[in-house]
């Protein structure tokens, strides 16, 4: 496996928001996590990369323990992540923006120079180039999310975490997203975990799902496997109860 969680519990002020959370993911595989509204699925998502630490379990990332690594280290180990609210830096272009992740994301050092070619062909790839001097302000929210994936693909990384890539997306916006994710599964060869409240793409694109509520993981299988889970068909849509 090339990233593993083990028993991954966060505790925040005594109220327990991820508990006992064991999860892996395979090379070249999309690993799709699924969720109510307050699930754990983005706390998750800051425990595997780093941003938080847990309070009790263990992440390893190509067979090193990286639990107690910093965000950066995590990236220049083969971790990317992109976030659920896309903050893009205002006042640089998008060039720039990109070339943040080619320059400072590798462990090796990078050149001006071939941070700038590596993020050209980043933005190339997601069909982004034409706004490559645009200021990251004039964005719309598509191209937001395209500059969000851009910069994390410019690490150079293993493992791509996608936090909500489709949210505030149009049908039609979304479809060409989820185009987006399959070809750089099938082009860049990354493992890929999603978390994301569009089902419909998320059953498309995901070989594996992970399922929680409360902070505590109930389901996990294939996307037929899971819809058919009792316990996920009540965390969805309630119980009936009798009069």
């Known amino acids: 496996m090339i990233l593993q969680g ?6 925040f002020a005594g109220i327990l928001a991820v508990a006992d959370v064991d999860m892996s993911l395979g090379e ?23 941003y938080y630490r847990p309070t ?5 990332l190509l067979q090193n323990n990286i639990t107690n690594c910093k965000p950066y280290q995590i990236v220049q180990m083969g ?20 070339m943040v992740g080619s320059i400072f994301g590798p462990e090796k050092t990078v050149s001006m120079s071939e941070g700038k ?42 493992v791509l975490l996608l936090d909500e890539v489709l949210a505030g997306l149009t049908p039609t916006e979304s479809q060409k997203a989820v185009g987006l994710i399959k070809k750089i599964r099938k082009e860049k060869k990354l493992s890929i975990i999603m978390v994301e409240h569009v089902m419909k793409a998320l059953m ?6 992970v399922v929680l509520n409360y ?9 037929d496997e899971v819809i058919q889970e009792k316990e996920v068909i009540k965390a969805y849509l309630g119980e009936k109860t009798s009069a």
């Open 6 to 11: 083990e028993k991954l519990t966060k505790y």
């Open 28 to 50: 070249n595989e999309v690993l799709g996590i699924m969720g109510p509204n307050g699930a754990g699925k983005t706390t998750l998502f800051n425990l595997l990369s780093g």
């Open 56 to 60: 009790k379990g263990s992440v390893t």
């Open 79 to 98: 971790l990317a992540r992109t976030f659920q609210l896309v903050r893009p830096f205002q006042e640089l272009t998008v060039l720039q923006n990109v």
């Open 117 to 158: 070619n590596k993020a050209m062909d980043v933005l190339d790839f997601v069909e982004l180039s034409h706004r490559a001097q645009a200021l990251g302000k004039t964005l719309n929210i598509q191209e937001r999310k395209r500059l969000e994936i851009a910069r994390a693909l410019a690490s150079n990384p293993r």
């Open 204 to 209: 498309e694109l995901s070989d594996r799902l």
């Open 215 to 223: 902070g505590r993981k109930i389901a996990e299988g294939t996307p």
